[in-house]
């Protein structure tokens, strides 16, 4: 098993050095609020090519339906990444709230 190095980007980014897509934020490359509307923003535009690529074929456009199917996939597994992410700042949220002072 091989382990690639990690080191800081230039963006302020950790990067993994063989330049595959792992990207994690690093403290002063952004607030919490920043980084949670890009991701949010990501997944909007991930759904907004899916119904695109749906509409397309259902109007009959030539398309390939492998292409279709893996876009309307990674739409759906990257909206099911963000309701876990909602439900794990609301359970972290519950959870600081219910501490007694």
Not at 5 to 13: F, V, Y
Not at 30 to 35: A, E, H, K
Not at 37 to 54: I, R
């Amino acid at each position: 098993m091989q382990l690639n190095s990690i080191g800081a980007g230039a963006n302020g980014a950790i990067q993994n050095q063989q330049g595959a897509g792992l990207t994690i934020p690093v403290e002063g490359s952004g607030s919490f609020g920043d980084v949670l509307n890009n991701a949010l923003n990501d997944v909007n535009q991930e759904q907004l090519n899916a119904a695109q690529k749906v509409e397309q074929f259902s109007e009959g456009k030539n398309m390939d339906v492998h292409d279709l199917m893996i876009t309307v996939e990674k739409a759906n597994i990257a909206l099911d990444m963000a309701v876990q992410v909602r439900n794990q700042i609301v359970n972290a949220y519950q959870q600081i709230m219910q501490m007694q002072v």
